[in-house]
């Protein structure tokens, strides 16, 4: 029961040693592709990649070659990385709550309101830099190509997703005499046109199904980080058992607040080894 501490943290590290080289080997792999949407994720995953796998290293060193000090580093890391997680969590649960689909009656679909959306979401989506990638993101994904082909009857009984919804066809709401928008419309009315390489691309209402898209996604990946927190919070608990075993075995001497230096003992240190030894034989 001693090192059973140790030998689960070394177990565990190993896996998680693992499980960062598919990690690093697909940031490489997408740091190649020319997809703008697989691209933006290429440094985090390399990033993340690399974090994992040199701290289940240290981790995994430390605990089966009983060495603190790269027990010290592993826990130390550790717990930057679970308070880095739990502030990406708690950011990203802030970030994207509520949202902005609206019922449109008499359709399977929804559409989206820019405004239902958090300011900070709002700004980044408005920035015309941020806005230009995004875009291209929604071109390269031909998602609008995928319903150029629907009838009326299609709208009416399919379903669309949110960047179909706000990107590919204007608001439901707008109306039409001879292709010239009617007065007093909502003001992406003006801006959808039926050239495939224009749509709705620069409407609120394709801004919109973007971040709808984006809550979604980070909403679940929100969800996981809790998982992998509380995985995180056991990890480091049984890394802190073990590191207090490795400090046991370096002075042979209980840890905490008896804690002694094998250079200099305390005074009472042979005393103590001599009782000790004196169980022994009795038991």
Request: hydrophobic fraction near 40%.
């Given at each position: 029961?001693?090192?059973?501490?140790?030998?689960?943290?070394?177990?565990?590290?190993?896996?998680?040693?693992?499980?960062?080289?598919?990690?690093?080997?697909?940031?490489?792999?997408?740091?190649?592709?020319?997809?703008?949407?697989?691209?933006?994720?290429?440094?985090?995953?390399?990033?993340?990649?690399?974090?994992?796998?040199?701290?289940?290293?240290?981790?995994?060193?430390?605990?089966?070659?009983?060495?603190?000090?790269?027990?010290?580093?592993?826990?130390?890391?550790?717990?930057?990385?679970?308070?880095?997680?739990?502030?990406?969590?708690?950011?990203?649960?802030?970030?994207?709550g509520g949202g902005g689909a609206?019922?449109?009656?008499?359709?399977n679909y929804k559409e989206y309101?820019?405004?239902?959306?958090?300011?900070?979401?709002?700004?980044?989506?408005?920035?015309?830099?941020?806005?230009?990638?995004?875009?291209?993101?929604?071109?390269?994904?031909?998602?609008?190509?995928?319903?150029?082909?629907?009838?009326?009857?299609?709208?009416?009984?399919?379903?669309?997703?949110?960047?179909?919804?706000?990107?590919?066809?204007?608001?439901?709401?707008?109306?039409?005499?001879?292709?010239?928008?009617?007065?007093?419309?909502?003001?992406?009315?003006?801006?959808?046109?039926?050239?495939?390489?224009?749509?709705?691309?620069?409407?609120?209402?394709?801004?919109?199904?973007?971040?709808?898209?984006?809550?979604?996604?980070?909403?679940?990946?929100?969800?996981?980080?809790?998982?992998?927190?509380?995985?995180?919070?056991?990890?480091?608990?049984?890394?802190?058992?073990?590191?207090?075993?490795?400090?046991?075995?370096?002075?042979?001497?209980?840890?905490?607040?008896?804690?002694?230096?094998?250079?200099?003992?305390?005074?009472?240190?042979?005393?103590?080894?001599?009782?000790?030894?004196?169980?022994?034989?009795?038991?």
């Amino acid at each position: 029961m001693y090192r059973f501490s140790n030998t689960v943290i070394g177990y565990l590290n190993l896996l998680t040693l693992l499980a960062s080289i598919p990690i690093i080997g697909g940031g490489l792999w997408l740091a190649r592709s020319s997809e703008t949407c697989e691209s933006t994720l290429q440094v985090p995953l390399l990033v993340l990649g690399f974090v994992v796998l040199l701290v289940s290293l240290a981790g995994f060193v430390g605990a089966c070659f009983n060495l603190a000090w790269a027990l010290w580093l592993y826990l130390l890391a550790m717990l930057v990385l679970i308070g880095a997680l739990l502030g990406i969590t708690v950011f990203g649960f802030a970030v994207t709550g509520g949202g902005g689909a609206v019922e449109v009656p008499g359709r399977n679909y929804k559409e989206y309101r820019l405004e239902s959306y958090s300011g900070w979401l709002r700004r980044r989506i408005e920035e015309p830099k941020y806005w230009q990638t995004a875009r291209a993101c929604v071109v390269g994904s031909r998602a609008c190509e995928k319903i150029a082909s629907w009838t009326p009857l299609d709208y009416l009984q399919r379903s669309l997703t949110p960047i179909q919804s706000g990107c590919c066809k204007p608001p439901t709401s707008c109306t039409y005499d001879g292709g010239t928008t009617m007065a007093a419309q909502d003001e992406d009315c003006y801006r959808w046109n039926n050239a495939a390489s224009v749509l709705c691309y620069e409407c609120d209402s394709c801004k919109a199904g973007v971040l709808e898209q984006v809550r979604e996604d980070w909403h679940k990946l929100s969800v996981l980080n809790v998982v992998i927190l509380i995985f995180l919070i056991g990890i480091y608990s049984i890394g802190c058992c073990a590191f207090r075993n490795s400090r046991r075995s370096e002075t042979d001497y209980p840890y905490g607040e008896n804690r002694m230096s094998k250079i200099r003992p305390r005074w009472d240190y042979y005393w103590w080894r001599w009782l000790r030894d004196q169980r022994e034989q009795l038991y």
